[in-house]
Antibody, heavy 125, light 107 residues
Framework: QVQLVESGGGLVKPGGSLRLSCAASGFTFSDYYMSWIRQAPGKGLEWVSYISSSGSTIYYADSVKGRFTISRDNAKNSLYLQMNSLRAEDTAVYYC??????????????????WGQGTLVTVSS | EIVLTQSPGTLSLSPGERATLSCRASQSVSSSYLAWYQQKPGQAPRLLIYGASSRATGIPDRFSGSGSGTDFTLTISRLEPEDFAVYYCQQYGSSLTFGPGTKVDIK
């Protein structure tokens, strides 16, 4: 069965950095787009970033562009999110999610069909 | 950016009743690229519907989605106790945005 397990969350000071990891199993990781989606405490969902199956296509929300970097290692079935210059408003549970891509001329991220349980990132002094 | 508005904010119903949730987009969602998710407290969201009306794997047929353009609906035909949760719509036709959610609670 599909499993996604996040790690790397924790407490960090404003301006600090953190690297999240997601270990995937139960499916052919290299065939799928993957995403990070976050949820601030008591709030709704925000799509942070996605990466295509090969890593050649990447999307970032405007709120994290230039500060966060998504990457993947298909040999290790792993997804990563490097978060730099963290702000208080980045405090959230970060979910790793498998994505269904859809393709016209190019391919884009569709909905997230499997999610991990999330890892909490708290940015506070 | 396409902004999604969900209504009502909270829906109070009894088990066995029909639930109708609305999601309205600020501009047309191309090719009905709209999904619905369910989230229970302390859990990750679960995909229910994609492409406006296609049920995801393992989703009971009491859940149905409809709509196109700017107006979409999630219908739960008969509420089961496990259906009381928060429901989010999400569009993926132009960038990726979520609605603010509708909470379905027990009356």
């Amino acid at each position: 069965q599909v499993q996604l397990v996040e790690s790397g969350g924790g407490l960090v000071k404003p301006g600090g950095s953190l690297r999240l990891s997601c270990a995937a199993s139960g499916f052919t990781f290299s065939d799928y787009y993957m995403s990070w989606i976050r949820q601030a405490p008591g709030k709704g969902l925000e799509w942070v970033s996605y990466i295509s199956s090969s890593g050649s296509t990447i999307y970032y929300a405007d709120s994290v562009k230039g500060r966060f970097t998504i990457s993947r290692d298909n040999a290790k079935n792993s997804l990563y999110l490097q978060m730099n210059s963290l702000r208080a408003e980045d405090t959230a549970v970060y979910y790793c999610a498998r994505v269904l891509a859809y393709c016209g001329g190019d391919c884009y991220s569709g909905p997230a069909d499997y999610w991990g349980q999330g890892t909490l990132v708290t940015v506070s002094s | 950016e396409i902004v999604l508005t969900q209504s009502p904010g909270t829906l109070s119903l009894s088990p066995g009743e029909r639930a109708t949730l609305s999601c309205r987009a600020s501009q047309s969602v191309s090719s009905s690229y709209l999904a619905w998710y369910q989230q229970k407290p302390g859990q990750a969201p679960r995909l229910l519907i994609y492409g406006a009306s296609s049920r995801a794997t393992g989703i009971p047929d009491r859940f149905s989605g409809s709509g196109s353009g700017t107006d979409f609906t999630l219908t739960i035909s008969r509420l089961e106790p496990e259906d009381f949760a928060v429901y989010y719509c999400q569009q993926y036709g132009s960038s990726l945005t979520f609605g603010p959610g509708t909470k379905v609670d027990i009356k």
